[in-house]
């Protein structure tokens, strides 16, 4: 099921925006292979204190292989062979020094979609050296404009570098250049770069910028907390509310359901009068509870919303209506998005554990017995796992 399926992809194993973008792939029906270490690598992720639950690996099947073995990168080409996309995350050159870069791979397939996500790029002088999602937003011009007035930049999670800015990124460039070759076009590279994507995720500020409507010191602007009525608010039980309430009309809304209307206040846009209306939101959300004010607003256009965490946002009626989250193997979980009206994504498979469901997935992809023999006397460790893959259908 999905807008891609037949689509086949074949995935390196890594950690943060590759494994996201193929997620997306996934999540829309592409049948994904992914390649695996034998063992897993301490150095993948973050070291937590309880079981590492793979969101961002669900929908795939796995096969393992040494790919420091000579047999193994032979083994992985046959894969890339019969694959429409290669996904891969490594530091740039590495593919290249295992035997499988898009130079070979090309060659044994014209029609390949190579996608390559890295934080810096596959050239220029930062290319080779390491670095996070914070490292790549700091230089993209991003992050100088997140945090308080007076403060600090601070960390919008990883959001903006890994997931924005990298995954949703490559995701789009492998698309578009699947789209290509449908048409008749060569396979290529996707050359995906989060610095350059968290850039464009900024693009309007630079316009804004341009225009002399935004200032670059953090929490000045309407958008960055500066203004006070596009910010959040304490409730008197220690909760927030969020407010957005930017057009005119929505404004009055807003300073009419805060029970403010008739108090004197400054104009909207009047930046001298700022800090006194910020004072005013503050007392009033501060008189009541979340809850009291969902009530209050509810049914309002007003813009404004509870911030729930974590654990409180699938609960949410909006999220109940549409379904927008889901349960696998347990773990409530974003569901795919966007919607299809004509080819709806399925429910995905939780993430396969190390050569999980393999022997199912290369006879999927047309090797028979005698080729699978083949495969694992070069390395290529499976496990079919029938009853299980029924199960996750």
Known sequence: MGVLSGIRVVEFEAIGPGPFGTMLLADMGADVIRI???????????????PRIDITGRGRRSVTLDLKQPDAVAAALELIERADVVIEGFRPGTMERLGLGPEVALARNPKLVYGRMTGWGQTGPLAERAGHDLNYIALSGVLSGIGPTGGKPVPPLNLVGDYGGGGMLLAMGVLA?????????AGQVVDAAMIEGAAQLGAVFWGLIASGNWKEERGSNWLDSGAPWYDTYRTSDGHCMAVGAVESRFYAELV???????????????????P????????????????????????????????????EAPNHAQHRARASFVEVDGVIQPGPAPRFSATPSALPRRAPSRGEHGEAALRDWGFDHTAIVRLQEQGLGVRSNSNQMEKDK
Not at 177 to 185: P, T, W, Y
Not at 296 to 304: N, P
């Open 36 to 50: 695996d270490r034998p063992v897993a690598h301490s150095d993948l992720g973050p070291k937590t204190s309880g």
């Open 276 to 311: 006194r209306l910020r004072e005013a939101f503050e007392r009033a959300f501060a008189s009541r509870t979340r809850a009291e004010w969902c009530a209050v607003f509810d049914g309002s256009d007003a813009c404004v919303a509870p911030v729930l965490g974590f654990s």
């Open 256 to 274: 009419e359901k805060l029970g403010l209307a008739d108090a004197g206040l400054p104009s909207q846009h009047d930046r001298s009068g700022w």
């Open 177 to 185: 250049a699947l789209l290509n070759v449908q048409r008749g076009g």
